[in-house]
């Protein structure tokens, strides 16, 4: 059944506000609980050659490609942002690999000189081809998505048997040059804990930093559950419990992930656990969705429509208005846990993880 959200009904989105006697522009994008946001993830399509059963259904229907950002849209308002203190840029998707010339935006948002971090997240299957003109164009930071090192788990949880190109593709851009490369592993209770030993030993045997991720309530399929989170603390103590591990830095980061280092000294593995213990209080994260629309949260169930204005001849000025009203009016934190938790509209693919 395909899964079509009426799109410009998604979310409500916030009314632009007038930009007349509003002062100068804030250097910072500081929300109301003071944290301070300087870390944009960019999604440039929602378009994508897997079908994950934690991210997508598997019939999809997509945006029209007249309301996805151009390039050029997508560099003005990245340097819109940095005006605002944005200086790290991830591009996601979607899978963002199977968007025409890939290489000519990472060049162009390098060629800003705003930015202090590029990255982006992939899939890994078209790296095979694109690892190099990737590395060329500037990019240095990589994460790639593998939830499994078995190939028939591979092809069950993304609905497609194109395991053996996800791990040509991190040797490829093993051999240009990415390093270290960040390998994602989103774990669902029933997939993962099997695998968590072999995850430990490629994170200990070879250069990658494995993260795992918490299952969030962001899938296409409606499968998520509590009891399908299998939970960091879980994931540490299965690992740690075989190879001792200790925080690699102590005290609280603006990332997401919690770092351990193997005591050993051979490597280190990472711990995203959004949904069990939220790292809201030290969020410093906005994101652009494919098709314009500003949101403050993974999880938030309202939106601002950035493209509307930007093709209707707003001012880099008014654009940038409309973010710092929009991170101004950013949440305290989502409400996974809690009883009144309202499920976003929109499925991870169309957000932008
Ligand atoms: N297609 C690219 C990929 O898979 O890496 C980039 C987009 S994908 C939406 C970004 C990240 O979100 C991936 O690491 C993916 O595993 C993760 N993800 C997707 N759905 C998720 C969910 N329901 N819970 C946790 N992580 C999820
Ligand atoms: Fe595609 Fe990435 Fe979602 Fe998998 S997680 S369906 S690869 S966007």
């Given at each position: 059944m395909a899964v079509f959200i009426p799109l410009e009904a998604m979310a409500p989105v916030r009314p632009a506000r007038a930009t007349v006697e509003r002062g100068p522009l804030p250097e910072r994008?500081?929300?109301?609980?003071?944290?301070?946001?300087?870390?944009?993830?960019?999604?440039i399509t929602d378009r994508c050659n897997f079908r994950c059963i934690y991210c997508m259904p598997e019939e999809m229907e997509f945006f029209p490609r007249e309301f996805i950002?151009?390039?050029?849209?997508?560099?003005?308002?990245?340097?819109?942002?940095?005006?605002?203190?944005?200086?790290?840029?991830?591009?996601?998707?979607?899978?963002?690999?199977?968007?025409?010339?890939?290489?000519?935006?990472?060049?162009?948002?390098?060629?800003?000189?705003?930015?202090?971090?590029?990255?982006?997240?992939t899939n890994g299957v078209r790296l095979p081809?694109?690892?190099?003109?990737?590395?060329?164009a500037g990019l240095r930071r990589l994460n790639v998505s593998l939830d499994t090192l078995d190939p028939q788990k591979f092809a069950e949880l993304t609905r497609r048997n194109l395991f053996h190109r996800v791990i040509a593709g991190l040797e490829a851009a093993a051999r240009v040059g990415f390093h270290p490369i960040?390998?994602?592993?989103?774990?669902?209770?029933?997939?993962a804990e099997d695998e968590l030993l072999d995850f430990a030993r490629l994170a200990r045997e070879q250069?990658?930093?494995?993260?795992?991720?918490?299952?969030m309530p962001?899938?296409?399929?409606?499968?998520?559950?509590?009891?399908?989170?299998l939970t960091a603390r879980e994931i540490l103590e299965t690992?740690?419990?075989?190879?001792?591990?200790?925080?690699?830095?102590?005290?609280?980061?603006?990332e997401p992930a919690t770092l351990y280092r193997f005591r050993d000294g051979r490597?280190?593995?990472?711990?995203?656990?959004?949904?069990?213990?939220?790292?809201?209080?030290?969020?410093?994260?906005?994101?652009?969705?494919?098709?314009?629309?500003?949101?403050?949260?993974?999880?938030?169930?309202?939106?601002?429509d950035l493209k509307t204005p930007l093709r209707a001849g707003a001012s880099d000025e008014e654009i940038a208005w409309l973010i710092v009203d929009t991170v101004r009016g950013k949440w305290a934190g989502h409400a996974i846990n809690q009883a009144g938790f309202i499920k976003p509209q929109r499925n991870m693919s169309q957000i932008g993880g």
């Open positions: 994008l500081v929300d109301g609980f003071g944290r301070v946001h300087n870390n944009l993830r960019i999604s950002l151009t390039y050029e849209e997508i560099v003005r308002l990245t340097r819109i942002a940095a005006r605002l203190g944005v200086d790290k840029v991830r591009l996601t998707g979607g899978e963002p690999l199977v968007r025409r010339d890939l290489p000519i935006l990472v060049r162009s948002l390098g060629d800003l000189g705003v930015l202090r971090d590029l990255s982006l997240t081809e694109m690892a190099q003109e990737l590395w060329d960040k390998i994602n592993v989103v774990a669902i209770r029933g997939y250069a990658y930093q494995v993260r795992f991720i918490e299952f962001l899938d296409g399929d409606g499968m998520w559950d509590h009891a399908r989170v690992i740690g419990a075989v190879y001792p591990l200790e925080r690699a830095h102590p005290g609280p980061t603006p490597g280190e593995i990472g711990l995203i656990p959004t949904v069990t213990e939220p790292f809201c209080t030290r969020c410093n994260r906005i994101r652009i969705t494919a098709d314009g629309k500003l949101r403050y949260c993974l999880f938030a169930i309202e939106e601002t």
